[in-house]
């Protein structure tokens, strides 16, 4: 579990130096290694691998505690939980990638609804939705690719956690 939580805060901190259009753009590529503890080890270590990756990247960052910190917090838990929802209901009919666009829909989606909630309506506010949504399906996809490769590699090599 701890290798998978410093691996989400790398990957966390990694992202931050794509060029994207966004500071707020992320392609969730920590999230790979939330739905990896959560395949290998169960949803309470899962989450721990979220909050952990969540505390470390916002201190890495300078924004522990910070507006920015809950948001990441609540998106992060909220996508932990889609992705637990739908691995556990969908090994037949969902693939890792259909997990991790319905997890980055989930992030957006709550993102979106706890700034809307703290701040109200704003002028434009909903003109976002589009392109967040975007960029969400391709994150997810991207993420869901990557977690796929992986945890074919790692179930060749009989890793065991």
Not at 32 to 39: D, G, K, P, S, V
Not at 129 to 139: E, M
Request: charged share 10%.
């Amino acid at each position: 579990m701890a290798v998978f939580a410093a691996l989400a805060i790398v990957l966390h901190r990694m992202e931050a130096l794509l060029p994207l259009p966004s500071p707020w753009i992320k392609l969730g590529l920590a999230n790979i290694m939330t739905l990896m503890a959560l395949i290998y080890m169960g949803l309470r270590e899962a989450i721990i691998v979220t909050v952990v990756r969540v505390i470390g990247g916002s201190i890495l960052a300078g924004t522990f505690m910070s507006p920015t910190f809950f948001l990441s917090m609540a998106g992060a838990l909220v996508a932990t939980f889609v992705m637990a929802i739908f691995y556990a209901k969908g090994k037949g009919p969902f693939s890792l990638v259909g997990i991790c666009v319905a997890s980055a829909y989930a992030h957006t989606a709550t993102t979106f609804l706890c700034v809307y909630g703290f701040l109200g309506p704003m002028p434009g506010f909903f003109k976002l939705i589009p392109l967040f949504s975007c960029i969400a399906l391709a994150g997810g996809v991207l993420t869901g690719l990557i977690a796929n490769g992986l945890s074919r590699q790692l179930d060749e090599e009989g890793a065991v956690f």
